[in-house]
């Protein structure tokens, strides 16, 4: 079946420095959406990418789909405390008419 | 505040026990999603309803249902309960078939 893998599994980083978690699917995706999970909370949605390549901002924060349609990536600029949290990406697509979640990149920033 | 309501927040039962949770999601959206997730895990997808019919399948165990009724509230069942059953249990809706996913506060399960 469908398999969506994230790295790294966990970073620690400093208030100020950069963050990028990527993404990798087995299949080619349909479109991939990014979500956010503060500890002890439940997933927001960030984001929806569809278009091979495609690129958006939300202020601080860098998503990218790859031109094959089987990656991913969220780039974080000068992280805040924030910032923490565990980042999924969920892919859509294969076989499968279902949303894949990834494996999960558990950010730290500290002062 | 996602709109989307999980009632109970918490619930812990023996093993062998059977419980439902339920789920009611934002006004408007026709399709629910269930999740299961353990400690330090990721997001496992349970099963999928859109407007009362059963539209995905995940990695639902035989041991669990669900259903989703006219009112579009959903009800997940798990029963003979198992200590590895543990875990946050999430609903989740949206608009359609596909797209964003809104998440609700989660049922924390605890079988001892």
């Known amino acids: 079946g469908q398999q969506v893998m994230q790295i790294p599994q966990y970073q620690h980083v400093q208030e100020g420095e950069d963050f990028t978690t990527y993404c990798n699917s087995s299949?080619?995706?349909?479109?991939i959406q990014w979500y956010k999970q503060r500890p002890g909370g439940h997933p927001v949605f960030l984001i929806q990418?569809?278009?091979?390549?495609e690129v958006k901002k939300q202020k601080r924060l860098t998503f990218q789909f790859g031109e094959a349609k089987k990656n991913s990536s969220l780039h974080i600029t000068a992280t805040q405390t924030t910032d923490v949290g565990t980042y999924f990406c969920?892919?859509?697509?294969?076989?499968?008419?279902?949303?894949?979640f990834g494996t999960g990149t558990r950010l730290q920033v500290t002062l | 505040d996602s709109g989307v309501t999980q009632t109970p927040k918490h619930l812990i039962t023996a093993t062998g026990q059977r419980v439902t949770l339920r789920c009611s999601p934002r006004?408007?959206?026709?399709?629910v999603y269930w999740y299961q997730q353990s400690l330090d895990q990721g997001l496992q997808f349970l099963i999928q309803?859109?407007?009362?019919?059963?539209?995905a399948k995940g990695n639902i165990l035989e041991r669990f249902s669900a259903q989703q009724f006219p009112d579009l509230h959903s009800e997940l069942n798990l029963s003979s309960l198992e200590l590895g059953d543990s875990a946050l249990y999430f609903c989740?809706?949206?608009?359609?078939?596909?797209?964003?996913?809104?998440f609700g506060p989660g049922t924390r399960l605890t079988v001892t």
């Open positions: 989740a809706s949206s608009v359609g078939a596909v797209g964003e996913q809104y």
């Open positions: 299949t080619t995706l349909s479109n």
């Open positions: 990418l569809v278009k091979s390549g």
């Open positions: 969920a892919g859509f697509g294969g076989t499968a008419s279902k949303l894949t």
């Open positions: 006004s408007g959206d026709l399709s």
């Open positions: 309803y859109y407007n009362g019919e059963e539209r």
